[in-house]
């Protein structure tokens, strides 16, 4: 098969000069090469001489299949000495196709051909690709030749190594071909991506036929490309086509389809279609409930959305607590507070400590907003114990201080807030310390703390020294402003003046 490849290549050479396999390698070049030129030190016969060279070397290709390797790297060098480097490169990557055990030393030859332009950057490339080619490890490297090109933009290099990697690794053909599809399709080349795209297509038909056991996942495929190409009314019949092929056995099929009609919005006709799936054997029913719910949802049908909720979370344990604050959280903001409280409360055993936590202090939340303010306080009081609770012996950080102070307050209990304000305080201040970077942050906390503790000079003297560090930041201004106002008589003015 190789020698046949090699052979036809060959004599493509004499018949079109390179032309068919630049146009794949150079396609999008990922530089612009210089013109043609002559070697500086050639005269006219000697070009002449070298054009005559060229076509021998091109006939012994043709007509002595075995020899063109050593003929192949002849016509490079002779492409070099006629000033046409973008064919010698041509030449070598064709090397590195049908010669893959040489592929280091052809990407070396390119790395000199790339140095010689002045081009170190693709020369360094190639180089590193030929080092990779002689070490085990060379995927790894590669790959992370690829993901640097991402993060740099690169799609001109990137195209190129696909398009490569497509006619080198042919079992992995199908992957490059999505990735230069999607590249294109990136670049806003939408006509050539979809030529890739139906490619692929026709590649999967070609595969489902060879493997009729997994028809089904090819026809998925061919769905989900369809899709992504724009094509919905192709997308349908191939989502039709699985629903057929599955039939009575599964809903994987119809929760695809429905999925798709979803997307499109047309939730009437994907609502039908999760409600048969319901029926059928191996559907994870707790993710079809809550995608009906969420269609529901869409609609505007929020009883509809909590009765599917509720069926979801009917399988209990961890997931149905899980969803059953999910159904909590919808009824409060339906304003439906105290149908919210009964199913946060009946929930609450099914949780772990901090989730009982959170719960409780959603509770003591909604219960303010009901004017409920001793029961708020005695959830807040119930919150504040259980993140106790749960810390044990261990040391409360920044955010958890900040948090068990809040509830203190909120629970009444102003002398316990006051103790773990006066452990923010030395905690603020010795981050401070360790993390002078964040300077500004840390006088802000203190500023804002001393105001709460109703401290104000101390609180003014923070939120300068804030504004002294940073003088172009209007915070520490406005709060200036703010403290003068409402607590001091002596400066309000000047300082409305200055802000």
């Not at 390797?69 to 070598?92: F, Q």
């Not at 799609?155 to 992995?172: G, N």
């Not at 919808?330 to 099914?350: C, G, I």
């Amino acid at each position: 098969m190789e020698s046949k490849l090699k052979k036809v290549f060959n004599l493509v050479l004499l018949s079109f000069p390179l032309v068919a396999i630049q146009a794949f390698f150079l396609a999008i070049p990922p530089v612009a090469f210089p013109s043609p030129s002559p070697s500086p030190h050639s005269t006219p016969s000697n070009r002449a001489e070298i054009r005559r060279e060229i076509i021998r070397a091109k006939l012994k290709m043709a007509h002595n299949p075995g020899s063109a390797a050593s003929n192949r790297s002849r016509l490079a060098k002779l492409y070099l000495k006629a000033g046409e480097p973008e064919k010698a490169i041509t030449l070598y990557r064709y090397g590195i196709i049908v010669e893959s055990d040489r592929a280091s030393n052809y990407h070396r030859k390119i790395g000199d051909i790339y140095k010689r332009m002045g081009r170190e950057d693709l020369a360094g490339i190639e180089y590193n690709l030929a080092e990779s080619g002689r070490k085990p490890g060379s995927g790894r490297r590669l790959n992370r030749q690829i993901q640097k090109w991402e993060e740099e933009g690169r799609d001109d290099l990137l195209l190129q190594q696909y398009l490569f990697l497509l006619w080198t690794k042919r079992e992995s053909r199908n992957v490059y071909i999505r990735k230069i599809a999607r590249l294109l399709a990136e670049r806003g080349d939408k006509t050539e991506a979809d030529r890739y795209y139906r490619w692929l297509i026709k590649i999967y038909r070609q595969q489902a036929g060879e493997k009729p056991e997994r028809t089904l996942d090819y026809t998925y495929w061919i769905a989900d490309i369809y899709e992504g190409i724009g094509d919905m009314a192709s997308a349908e019949r191939e989502y039709d086509r699985a629903i057929e092929i599955e039939g009575e056995s599964g809903g994987r099929a119809l929760i695809k389809k429905a999925a798709f009609l979803a997307s499109l919005e047309e939730r009437d006709r994907a609502l039908e279609l999760y409600q048969r799936a319901e029926m059928r054997d191996g559907v994870d029913l707790v993710r079809l409930r809550l995608k009906v719910a969420d269609l529901l949802k869409d609609k505007g049908d929020i009883p509809g959305s909590l009765l599917w909720m509720e069926k979801a979370a009917a399988v209990g344990g961890e997931e149905g607590a899980r969803i059953k604050l999910d159904i909590a959280q919808s009824h409060a903001w339906n304003d439906q507070p105290e149908e919210a409280l009964a199913v946060y409360r009946e929930t609450l055993e099914l949780l772990d400590l901090r989730q009982r936590a959170r719960v409780m202090e959603k509770i003591g939340r909604i219960l303010t907003d009901l004017d409920r303010n001793e029961e708020a306080a005695r959830a807040y009081k119930k919150a504040h114990d259980l993140w106790r609770e749960d810390l044990g012996e261990e040391v409360a950080d920044e955010s958890l201080l900040e948090r068990l102070a809040e509830l203190a307050e909120k629970a009444g209990e102003s002398d316990k807030a006051g103790e773990y304000y006066d452990e923010l305080l030395i905690v603020y201040r010795d981050r401070m310390e360790e993390e002078p970077e964040r300077s500004t942050y840390y006088h802000r906390k203190l500023g804002d703390l001393y105001r709460l503790l109703e401290r104000y000079d101390e609180a003014a003297a923070h939120y300068r020294i804030w504004s002294r560090i940073n003088p172009s930041d209007p915070d520490p201004h406005y709060r200036l402003y703010r403290l003068y106002r409402d607590y001091f008589e002596i400066g309000r003015a000047s300082c409305r003046e200055r802000v």
